[in-house]
């Protein structure tokens, strides 16, 4: 079930909404350099002269791919698609499992093993007749498990897996990686067979970087190690690239924001803009990018929320939202406020205790609607703490809940645990608090059951799934079912797919 989709297209047939306007004549975004950008330094360098980096349209080229082919779904990072329940649901049942290897190689950064991690997001893909005898007739890897629906995830151990959805059997041979993969992996709208896996840890010879691999004739095409040019020296990817006309957009950890074309047999760098704030250093980009039609809007971990013009690569407007951001925004075009931005803070840079700056901005020009700071504390020991605040993607409501937005949050008050908590989109005002049995990074998905009820799934990093009456935040079905979900699932049907740290990605069943 997606409300959103199915809502534009009846405002569509109704013409409540310029349905007809060319998508050129939509892309007109103001170029425009705000005040707030002055305390931003920035570089533009511009590697192919010869290809116009001019978007020739901004359709959405998730809107009509056959599944969910990057982190939430969309390039607004609105997790459109929802799972469809034909009762009240009152339990959540394992389907099946599918083990991943494991890495037991110490590095610098500790032991990452399998499984999968924050953010971890596989992608879900359904493909037609026509392109799976296409990949039988290209591709040795298929397994006899191959069919029309089918799960990609990348792993902590490093490798990339394939999964049928129906079986949770491998569905073809597994691409072998040398560095953990933290984010989740990006697959091509367009149907090229281009998946883009980002690494998130160096263990191998302290190389690291961003892959390309081509899943119809199972090859990697392109890889991008460290930029000896980039502001800041860690190399990691966990941002989920997001396709836009020709181009494919990757924000980097290194400080810096791609901007690649899609030929043939390989993805080239087009240019690229690394920036920081005057007088400091460059900061890295976890957090995956969000797209509006020609205006790209990052976040980073000094706090920085920056919309760039994707046609020029010039930042247009920058707001300081005073933490570290590794949760992924949130956009939404609404009646009353119009284009705006959802984004939340963790607990890093300031302090054991603070708060977590949940806030609302108009996408266009930066300006702040709301912001509501949330008391919150770092966690654990004195020796190892855990940031407090947001690490999972919010999740607006529809149905029953149009009106709130939800997320979860990391040491709430004075608590080691987590929170999931339900926020008035208008005001900015809390709802509701549910108190979860530990803290939780992994982000929440929607459940839609007869009359437009609203439920909700979401785990927790000790491996509790938790079945929320989203209208109230009461806890209907609450078990532990893995070891630690950090990862953030996928809804198909009335299933999610979700892995989990150790070696396990589960299929569960909402009932």
Known sequence: MDLRRLKMGIACVLGIVGCSIPARAMRELPDTLYTSVADIEYHIEVLDTVTSPLLSGVDDLYLDAPGIFTFRGSPYRDMTHSGTLDSIPTRIERVWVFRTDYDDRETDYGVWGGGSGWTGQPVYVEWSEELQQKQRRSS?????????????VGSLCGNVYFID??????SRREFVGKNPIKGSVSLDPRLNGNLYVGQGIPSEDNKIGAVVYNIFTHEPISYYGRDPEAWRRWGAYD?????????????????????????????????????????KGAAGIESSPVVYKDYLYTADNHGNILCTNINTLKPVWCFDNMDDIDATMVLAEEEECGVVLYVGSELDK???????YFTKLNALTGELIWQNKIKCRKMGSDEKPVDGGMFSTPLLGD?????????????MGSSDLGTFVAIDRLTGEIVYKTRLNNYAWSSPVAFYAPGERMYVFTGDVVGNAYLIDAETGRI??????????????????????????GREIYRFRIL
Request: glycine residues 10%; contains cysteine.
């Open 140 to 152: 040795k890897a298929l397994t006899s498990a191959f069919g029309s629906r089918e799960i990609i």
């Open 165 to 170: 959805y129906e079986s949770g059997r491998a």
């Open 239 to 279: 941002a989920s690239a997001v396709v836009v006309d020709d181009f494919v957009l990757r924000p980097s950890e290194n400080g810096t924001i791609y901007k690649l074309k899609v030929e043939a047999d390989r993805v080239a760098i087009h240019s690229k803009m690394r920036y920081r704030r005057k007088g």
């Open 350 to 356: 300031r302090g054991s205790s603070g708060y977590c």
């Open 399 to 411: 149905g029953n809940c149009e009106g709130l937005i939800f997320t979860n949050i990391c040491g």
């Open 476 to 501: 209907i079905f609450r078990r532990t079912m893995a070891n630690n979900f950090e990862s953030s699932p996928v809804v198909v049907d009335n299933s999610v797919v979700v892995g989990s740290r």
